[in-house]
């Protein structure tokens, strides 16, 4: 199978799955623990992204004051939770970790 066919396949399975939840016209409702749950997912996939490339930039273990990755990763924690704006901590963090890496 070639990639075209699976990114069509992936893409339908994702909007079909989305489109079934959220449409309002359809019956289908999740319950109140459930949408409490998914809550959760987009943290949970952000940080089994960032995990690896903040702490193992060059493929191994680094909690080290040069690694960029983890000192632009605390400011922009830290910038989150004083600006509360995604936009905000977004560009910030981008310029944060420019400087650092230069």
């Known amino acids: 199978m070639n990639t075209w066919s699976i990114l069509l396949c992936v ?3 994702v909007y079909g799955s989305r489109f079934l939840l959220m449409e309002p016209w359809l019956p289908l409702r999740l319950s109140q623990n459930v949408q409490q749950l998914l809550t959760f997912s987009a943290p949970a996939v952000l940080t ?3 995990t690896p490339i903040v702490f193992f930039p060059e493929k191994q273990l680094s909690i080290s004051i040069d690694n960029h990755y983890l000192v632009a990763s605390v400011i922009v924690v830290l910038l989150a939770k004083l600006t509360k704006n995604t936009l905000i901590t977004v560009v910030l963090g981008m310029l944060c ?6």
């Open 48 to 50: 089994a992204i960032a």
């Open 11 to 13: 893409a339908v399975l």
């Open 97 to 102: 970790f420019a400087l650092l890496h230069q």
